[in-house]
């Protein structure tokens, strides 16, 4: 398959005020394409577009979590461009479980603004990446989504239900000419990985992922996982026998 030119392609990022998505708003943009941001905070998304150029850049803010409100962003960024051809789904958090003081309401919580919100969007964007010479469709999900980690139980299994979702989606979209990549980043300096309160190894900018992210939509790459030693690695120790991975983990958790 030929490399997909970002120049002059339409993308929308959402989850766009902060972090990876604001970096890879602004990469997208350096690289040539009209971008559309979103994100709730409307005055960091008119400070992305000023900064993006707003000739080439359209802010629309809004919630993820609201169903219908992905439906009207998608319909007002395909009318201001006239065309939509690279979906970046960003937007998410992360919240880490206390099993002294288990609370299924952070459960629906990571679900909702995590998973959900990506299958909202994607349900808004398909008619019109349908419609698209050279589409592609790409979703957030993490390193965490490869196998159980402490505290991660919540946002884990929002993040493993994306990267199962994008898989299947990948097969049942094949047919219309949409290709689906997964995003499944290490540690990336942003002010919500700011917040943890545990080492993060081999962590790199936002700038250093939208860089990665940019290069994998290139070549529309299926899995685009950054740091590589580090997702290599964990993808290793994944991959051992549940009783090791378990030891190793809870080990780690110890120290």
């Known amino acids: ?14 989850g766009a005020s902060y972090g990876i998505g604001r970096a890879l708003a602004l990469e997208l943009g350096r690289r040539g394409a009209r971008v559309a941001v979103s994100a709730r905070s409307t ?8 900064e993006i150029g707003s000739d080439k850049a359209l802010a629309v803010p809004f919630d993820v979590t609201d169903q219908e409100a992905n439906n009207d962003a998608a319909a007002k960024i395909a009318s201001h461009f006239g065309a939509m051809d ?12 206390n099993t002294d003081k288990f609370d299924s309401a952070l459960f629906e919580r990571m679900m909702k603004i995590n998973f959900l919100s990506m299958v909202y ?12 010479s050279d589409p592609l469709l790409v979703g957030m999900s993490s390193t965490a989504a490869y196998g159980g980690l402490p505290r ?4 884990g299994a929002s993040k493993a239900a994306i990267r199962n979702m994008l898989a299947s989606l990948r097969l049942d979209l094949a047919s219309d000419g949409i290709p689906v990549s997964v995003i499944c980043p290490g540690f990336v300096k942003t002010p919500l990985t ?26 529309r790459t299926q ?18 026998p549940s009783p090791i991975y378990s030891s190793i983990m809870q080990r780690t ?3």
């Open 86 to 97: 690279i979906v970046v789904f960003n937007a998410g958090s992360c919240e880490y479980v």
């Open 223 to 240: 899995e685009i996982h950054f740091p590589k030693r580090f997702s290599l690695f964990l993808k290793f120790l994944t991959s051992l």
């Open 194 to 219: 700011d917040k943890n309160d545990f080492p993060m190894p081999m962590q790199i900018t936002a700038e250093e992922a939208a860089t990665a992210i940019c290069k994998g939509i290139e070549r």
């Open 121 to 132: 969007g994607i349900e808004a964007v398909l008619p019109y990446l349908r419609k698209s």
């Open 152 to 155: 991660s139980e919540a946002y």
């Open 1 to 14: 398959m030929a490399t997909l030119e970002i120049n002059g392609k339409v993308a929308w990022v959402t």
């Open 43 to 50: 005055e960091k998304l008119e400070s992305l577009v000023a």
């Open 253 to 255: 958790v110890r120290k």
